[in-house]
């Protein structure tokens, strides 16, 4: 087994930095749904599972702990030195008692606090809503503030511990904009956009503002000295406004945290924090598929055919109206990662049996454009003009995932009059969605027609590629917009590359030789190479090379 990323946690004591780490890792709704799993297990189940080490073992381990099972017993299954299992077994005889207290009295709360127990995870045993759980956090005296690492305000590296008792807040930078990073850091995806904030860094000092960033990855790419401040924390509502209210910034940028920070934006206006950039309202529209259809319908903008099925026989009629092949997924699947190529009636009659579609569980149903070619551009957008340094052509066919195709640019194959029409249809829906920053947007070009896939208002992986290639610093731009600085101010040039750019990817199937190697709508890759050749072939046999594995030299390889 292969972790797919990592995530850093910092507390004053062991399992405060623990608790942190868990709700970096993953979101507190998986948590909840994992301890519940959890708790319908036996011992004797859970302890047969800890003997092979998994993704959920620190959870199996919490488990069992609750259940009684001692400390020595788990060590003996596990081979985890008894020191680390005792600290666990802290947690949860707190966690136990905590639970068996129908209303806690305040001593209670702030050892709970001490061990890492926050309001989510006393919600959680208590059975109680957060904001009881979090009102008795207040009534104990506890509450989350910042702290710096190193114990001097002078510090660079900062993180954000229960405290008791009126303590006296560390004094804001002033002038500050909190720069929101990746949740985690995920292969394939963090180191992008953790690029994308170092330039927003550097895009704010210039402009004299302090650059405060909050991010969880230990493996980030953003050393100490590029912020004023960094904050490692869990990428969460609550942890942003706690991280907002001890800084008092002039705003919070989302737009380098991906689609997970950008979700946030409303509910941190609500709080009374001003999220700069792309208003949050056109976030969610993007989001949601059936209303964007609309969207792109009144704009005269081609795009799939979509639907939504809340019964089998509706998904079949749906099907039957739009045409196969189709691809579908769960509404609730915002980022694509679940759906499924459907090539038949027979396949979508399996596959509705497989996911037990219902009016709880609905079944989005979307054209799929077969042996189309795919196009991608990121855009810069001032709410009023709109630039677009480059279109990225892929290589494979439309229906592999964009992470996994290898990209080319600018386009080879793809007529200048589809790049024109490409420009133009940015162009219309991000000022529509009175974007303010970034945009990623994805087509499908097949029989001389121009389809719109997709749009993103936030920063993607493929954003250092582009500005790498071009020689334009896309997120730097982007932060100047969101600072009121016009694209007409900036006079970005519009030329012919001289040069062909190609992304290739790196997958694992040599490692995994079982794997099946067949790629589609799920990324696969592990990696990525990016080369420049002058000529398109070079550009590409090179990239193959450096990804592997390498291009064949004669017929015969």
């Not at 970096?24 to 003997?51: E, K, P």
């Not at 207040?138 to 503030?145: D, F, N, P, Y």
Request: glycine share 8%; hydrophobic share 45%; with cysteine.
């Amino acid at each position: 087994m292969k972790a797919s990323g990592a995530v850093m946690g910092i507390g004053e004591n062991v399992l405060q930095a623990l608790s942190t780490a868990m709700h970096a890792r993953t979101s507190q709704r998986r948590l909840d749904a994992q301890a519940r799993a959890m708790a319908t297990l036996d011992a004797d189940v859970l302890l047969h599972r800890l003997v092979t080490p998994s993704p959920d073992r620190l959870i199996m381990i919490l488990a069992a702990l609750r259940q009684g099972v001692t400390a020595e017993m788990i060590t003996s299954v596990t081979g985890i030195a008894r020191p680390w299992i005792d600290r666990l077994a802290e947690r949860a005889d707190l966690e136990r008692e905590l639970a068996a207290t129908p209303s806690p009295d305040p001593a209670l709360i702030q050892k709970a606090a001490q061990a890492g127990i926050g309001a989510a995870d006393l919600a959680q045993l208590l059975g109680t809503p957060l904001d009881t759980a979090a009102g008795y956090l207040s009534e104990a005296a506890v509450s989350l503030a910042p702290r710096p690492v190193s114990g001097s305000e002078s510090a660079r590296i900062w993180t954000r511990v229960p405290t008791l008792g009126n303590n006296t807040p560390n004094a804001p930078l002033g002038k500050s904009v909190v720069i929101v990073g990746p949740a985690f850091g995920r292969i394939g995806q963090s180191i992008e956009l953790d690029h994308c904030c170092v330039h927003a860094a550097r895009a704010l000092k210039a402009a004299g503002r302090k650059a405060v960033m909050v991010n969880a990855n230990a493996a980030s790419a953003c050393g100490p000295t590029d912020a004023d401040r960094t904050y490692v924390a869990p990428m969460t509502a609550a942890d942003l406004k706690t991280v907002c209210h001890a800084e008092s910034p002039d705003g919070i940028i989302l737009q380098f945290g991906g689609f997970k920070a950008m979700e946030m934006a409303e509910t941190l206006n609500q709080a009374g924090v001003p999220v700069l950039g792309t208003p949050a309202a056109s976030t969610v529209l993007c989001q949601d598929r059936l209303r964007f259809s609309t969207l792109l319908t009144d704009l005269g903008i081609p795009h799939p055919r979509i639907g939504m099925a809340d019964t089998p026989d509706a998904a079949m009629d749906l099907a039957e109206t739009i045409g196969y092949p189709l691809l579908v997924g769960s509404p609730a699947d915002r980022q694509g990662r679940r759906k499924t190529i459907i090539m038949d009636a027979r396949m979508l009659e399996q596959h509705v049996m497989d996911a037990s579609v219902s009016a709880a569980n609905p079944l989005l149903v979307e054209q799929f454009i077969e042996y189309a070619i795919e196009v991608e551009a990121d855009a810069l957008c001032d709410g009023q003009s709109v630039y677009v340094p480059a279109v990225m052509e892929h290589i494979e066919l439309a229906g592999v995932h964009s992470g996994d195709a290898a990209i080319v640019v600018p386009p080879y194959s793809t007529p200048p009059r589809h790049v024109e029409t490409i420009g133009a249809m940015i162009e219309k829906i991000a000022l529509e969605l009175k974007v303010k920053g970034l945009l990623n947007t994805r087509f499908a070009v097949l029989n001389d027609t121009v389809y719109l896939l997709e749009v993103r208002p936030w920063a993607c992986r493929t954003l250092p590629l582009i500005s790498k290639i071009c020689d334009v610093p896309m997120a730097q731009r982007a932060v100047e917009i969101m600072l009121g600085m016009t694209l007409d101010e900036m006079d970005l040039s519009r030329r012919l590359l001289p040069h062909y750019g190609i992304r290739s990817s790196v997958f694992p199937f040599d490692t995994f030789t079982e794997t099946d190697p067949m790629l589609g709508p799920r990324m696969r890759s592990i990696g990525q190479v990016l080369v420049m050749a002058d000529g398109f072939g070079m550009a590409y046999f090179t990239s193959r090379e450096a990804a592997g594995p390498a291009l064949p030299l004669d017929a015969m390889s």
